[in-house]
């Protein structure tokens, strides 16, 4: 038995809990692509699917605001969730707001060529309507909200109760609303962010994240009771070529 199919039986199991009404749908990402601008994007394919599947598959009311965070540094998230943005910013009717919340390591202006002051922080600790803390980027329907101006103390704004309202505000002037979150085993801060959104999407690393971590934490999430929508399995590889493997 493959470590991919253990490690994805074992989060099968451990993630839904009995009061979610829905299943968490798995997403295996099989490669990257490159974009003009020299950045990786995560293949349009799975992107596609994993958007389908979270947001415009579903049966009742689709989540709008969802918070994407891995298990471990460098699962591939922040590539995830541009692609998933982008992707939605073609079929929204309304913009869509790409949030950069991870105040330790940001990549997202990087990726959208873009730069990372006046953003989230910004926005955390002045006033104004939320749109003057955004930019646009790529499409007229797509802006990022950077992190911000970056301090010792920045990651703290997280819990504060300023964002709820900031929050509430992105949930008013965009139609989704996608937050790139650190790593759950080595900071709470995603924790903190689910808690105001409508679910999580889970990222993982093939032949890299632990069995132990991933159950560690389903945990916490449940403990906090925040629905698990999806799970990611990234950098997957397959013994057999990807044409063949797509036709199975």
């Known amino acids: 038995m493959s470590k991919h199919f253990e490690l994805m039986q074992q989060i099968e199991k451990d993630l839904p809990s009995p009061s979610e009404p829905r299943s968490v749908p798995f997403v295996p990402s099989l490669s990257q692509e490159g974009t003009s601008n020299g950045h990786t994007r995560w293949a349009n394919d799975e992107a596609l699917r994993l958007v389908q599947q979270v947001f415009l598959l579903q049966a009742q009311e689709a989540p709008r605001v969802v918070v994407f965070a891995g298990i471990d540094h460098g699962n591939g998230c922040s590539q995830i969730c541009a692609s998933v943005a982008e992707i939605l910013a073609k079929n929204a009717s309304r913009p869509v707001c790409l949030v950069e919340a991870n105040f330790r390591s940001p990549a997202l202006p990087e990726m959208f060529g873009t730069t990372n002051h006046y953003g989230l922080t910004e926005a955390i600790l002045q006033r104004g309507p939320i749109g003057l803390f955004a930019k646009i980027v790529n499409q007229d329907n797509l802006w990022l909200l950077s992190s911000g101006s970056l301090a010792a103390d920045s990651p703290s704004l997280l819990t504060s109760d300023r964002l709820r309202d900031r929050v509430a505000d992105l949930r008013e002037e965009f139609e989704f609303v996608i937050i790139d979150a650190p790593p759950l085993t080595q900071y709470s801060d995603a924790l903190a962010l689910g808690q105001l959104s409508d679910g ?24 906090a009771s925040i629905p698990i929508l999806a799970a990611v399995l990234n950098k997957r590889t397959f013994p057999i070529p990807e044409a063949i493997y797509k036709r199975l």
């Not at 632990?210 to 449940?222: I, K, P, T």
Request: no cysteine; proline share 0%; glycine share 0%.
């Open 200 to 223: 999580l999407v889970l990222i993982l690393e093939a032949d890299s994240t632990r069995r132990e971590s991933a159950s560690a934490v389903a945990a916490s999430l449940r403990s």
